[in-house]
């Protein structure tokens, strides 16, 4: 007897499944484009990254084995739909759920969900954030690439590349001959 007819003859609501949130950023990167950013074997951290790098990503933050609930798959399509800022309430769950509902995309599962995403316009890749370590804190964070923490080593590079040498000591010589000093 198939599971359908079991739970019809129980008049029990079908088992649903629950998704890890880690399957849920796997299909928002292909449907969104971003997975030409991803490495050859990504981890999971691989994905969220790039997600997170382009505002997406649940209101707890990413959790690998977290399952999906209805809210955050309202909140993560709306945000990799870049419409994020036409929520009036983003501070209530349930309005990212209502806008999806009035544009007509329906969340009762990931793949009818994910359906009316199209790759990003501007994507931002992983090359836009670089790991940093901030000397005097031995901790290392993620860091935008224009705040780019400069060690001596670099500072002959930056200068050259970036904001060019600063002003430079004069040095006092000898008169030149004929002068009158």
């Known amino acids: 007897?198939?599971?359908?007819?079991?739970?019809?003859?129980?008049?029990?609501?079908?088992?649903?499944?629950?998704?890890?949130?880690?399957?849920?950023?796997?299909?928002?990167?292909?449907?969104?484009g971003l997975a030409r950013f991803l490495p050859v074997n990504p981890s999971p951290n691989d994905y969220?990254?790039?997600?997170?790098?382009?505002?997406?990503?649940?209101?707890?933050?990413?959790?690998?084995?977290?399952?999906?609930?209805?809210?955050?798959?309202?909140?993560?399509?709306?945000?990799?739909?870049?419409?994020?800022?036409?929520?009036?309430?983003?501070?209530?769950?349930?309005?990212?759920?209502?806008?999806?509902?009035?544009?007509?995309?329906?969340?009762?599962?990931?793949?009818?969900?994910?359906?009316?995403?199209e790759p990003l316009a501007l994507p931002i890749g992983p090359t836009a954030y670089s790991s940093q370590v901030n000397t005097t804190k031995r901790l290392p964070r993620l860091v935008p690439t224009g705040d780019i923490q400069f060690g001596p080593i670099m500072q002959p590079i930056r200068e050259l590349f970036i904001v060019g040498p600063g002003p430079q000591p004069v040095t006092p010589t000898a008169p030149v001959k004929g002068s009158r000093l």
């Open 1 to 32: 007897m198939s599971t359908l007819a079991a739970t019809a003859a129980t008049n029990q609501p079908p088992r649903t499944v629950e998704v890890p949130q880690l399957e849920l950023a796997k299909v928002v990167v292909e449907a969104t």
């Open 48 to 117: 969220f990254s790039i997600l997170m790098a382009n505002g997406i990503a649940p209101e707890g933050g990413w959790e690998a084995g977290k399952p999906v609930n209805r809210y955050d798959l309202a909140r993560v399509i709306v945000l990799a739909m870049k419409q994020g800022n036409k929520i009036e309430h983003p501070e209530n769950p349930q309005a990212w759920i209502y806008y999806l509902i009035g544009i007509n995309v329906p969340i009762n599962t990931i793949g009818l969900a994910t359906k009316p995403l």
